[in-house]
């Protein structure tokens, strides 16, 4: 599976924007994709995942302001930011995993730039 991501750059704290993230290759039909996020001197960290069958899980940090949706039929996966930190400057990496099979292999976007400015 490859994963390609999108929708890196410049934002306004107290703004919003978008990423996106479509699935390529042996996806199967049921699987996990979502965003994770590392900051400078940070470890990468959960920011939200969808499930195909729509259940979705959110870091606290970004519950009521980030958003998460899929296509199941594109495969793709988009987070809509608002209400921007600075906090939420990092680079932002899309990731896939199946739900079913062993083992279970993660699968990672190149990562996006998205840098809140105040």
């Known amino acids: 599976v490859q994963l390609q991501a999108s929708g890196g750059g410049l934002a306004q704290a107290g703004g919003y924007w978008r990423l996106s993230c479509v699935a390529f290759?042996?996806?199967?039909?049921?699987?996990?994709m979502g965003w994770y996020r590392q900051a400078p001197g940070n470890q990468r960290e959960l920011v939200a995942t969808m499930t195909s069958g729509g259940t979705t899980d959110y870091a606290d940090s970004v519950k009521g302001r980030f958003t998460i949706s899929r296509d199941n039929a594109k495969n793709t996966v988009d987070l809509l930011m608002n209400g921007l930190r600075t906090e939420d400057t990092a680079v932002y990496f899309c990731?896939?995993?199946?739900?079913?099979?062993?083992?279970?292999?993660?699968?990672w976007g190149q990562g996006t730039l998205v840098t809140v400015s105040s």
């Open positions: 990731n896939y995993r199946a739900i079913i099979g062993c083992p279970i292999n993660w699968y």
């Open positions: 290759g042996s996806v199967t039909s049921l699987n996990t």
